[in-house]
C-alpha cells in the first residue's frame, strides 16, 4: 500500500513558541525529525501541512529548502488543512500523522505500526491510546477513508482540531487498535513542549547518532 506520511507544523506555541525550528549543533529541530521520518523503510511520501498565517512562512520556507512538499491551509481547522492536503495526493491509501514536536522518533516505529495496521486490517492504528512508548514516539496510521469520513461528519471544534479525535471517539464507526511495547515506558519524554525538553533533547542528539533508537536514548537517560 502506499504510504504518505503527514507532519504537522507550525510556529505557535503556548509553552515554547517556535520550537520546531529551535537549532541544535546550527540544525532546525525540524530537519533533525525529517531525517529520521526519511530512514522509514515504508512510508512513500512526506508532506508538511502548515498553516496559511504569515506567522508560518518560514515552516513553507523551511520545506522549500529542504526539498519537502509543503501544503498550507486553515489554522484552526486542523482536520481540514490535513484532508485538503491528501486531497493532493491521491494515489496514496495509507495516512501516517506525526507531529512536528517529536525530532527523536524513531523510524523503526513508524515501520512496524505501518506494518501492524496493514496486517490488522482496521482503520486506525496508534501507539497513544494507551501510551507504552515514550512520549515523543507517537505514530498514527489510518486509512484515507476514515479520514475522508472524519472530515466529512465531525462537528465538534475539538475534533476540528485534533486530526483523529472523531476517530477515536466513535468505536462504533471505525476499527481502532492500540500498538504497544511490551515493555511500559510512558513515564519517558522525548517530545519537546517545554524549554526542559528541548535540553534533554539537545543532550541526546549531540551524544548520540543519527540513526539512534528510542531504546538507546531511554538507556542514555
Not at 113 to 138: L, W
Not at 141 to 153: C, D, G
Amino acid at each position: 500500500m502506499n504510504v504518505l506520511c503527514i507532519i504537522q507544523a507550525r510556529m505557535k506555541s503556548t509553552r515554547l513558541l517556535g520550537k520546531i525550528l529551535l537549532p541544535v549543533n546550527g540544525k532546525p529541530l525540524l530537519q533533525y525529525e525529517l531525517e529520521r521520518v526519511a530512514q522509514s523503510m515504508r512510508i512513500g511520501k512526506i508532506v508538511i501541512p502548515t498553516s496559511d498565517t504569515p506567522a508560518d512562512d518560514v515552516v513553507a520556507a523551511f520545506a522549500k529548502k529542504n526539498g519537502v512538499a509543503c501544503f498550507r491551509g486553515s489554522e484552526h481547522d486542523v482536520l481540514d488543512r490535513y484532508y485538503q492536503c491528501a486531497q493532493m495526493y491521491p494515489d496514496y491509501d495509507v495516512i501516517v500523522r506525526i507531529t512536528g514536536d517529536c525530532p527523536l522518533i524513531d523510524p523503526r516505529i513508524i515501520d512496524d505500526v505501518i506494518a501492524f495496521f496493514e496486517r490488522s486490517h482496521v482503520d486506525y492504528v496508534s501507539n497513544v491510546a494507551k501510551e507504552t512508548f515514550p512520549d515523543g514516539m507517537d505514530v498514527e496510521v489510518f486509512a484515507r477513508a476514515a479520514l475522508e469520513a472524519s472530515r466529512r461528519e465531525s462537528t465538534l471544534p475539538s475534533e476540528r482540531e485534533h486530526v483523529t479525535l472523531y476517530i477515536r471517539n466513535h468505536p462504533e464507526l471505525f476499527r481502532a487498535v492500540n500498538f504497544e511495547s511490551p515493555e511500559n515506558f510512558g513515564h519517558v519524554r522525548l517530545t519537546v513542549d517545554e524549554p526542559v525538553d528541548f535540553e534533554v533533547v539537545r543532550f541526546l542528539i549531540t551524544h548520540t547518532s543519527s540513526t539512534a533508537s528510542w531504546r538507546e536514548y531511554v538507556a542514555l537517560l
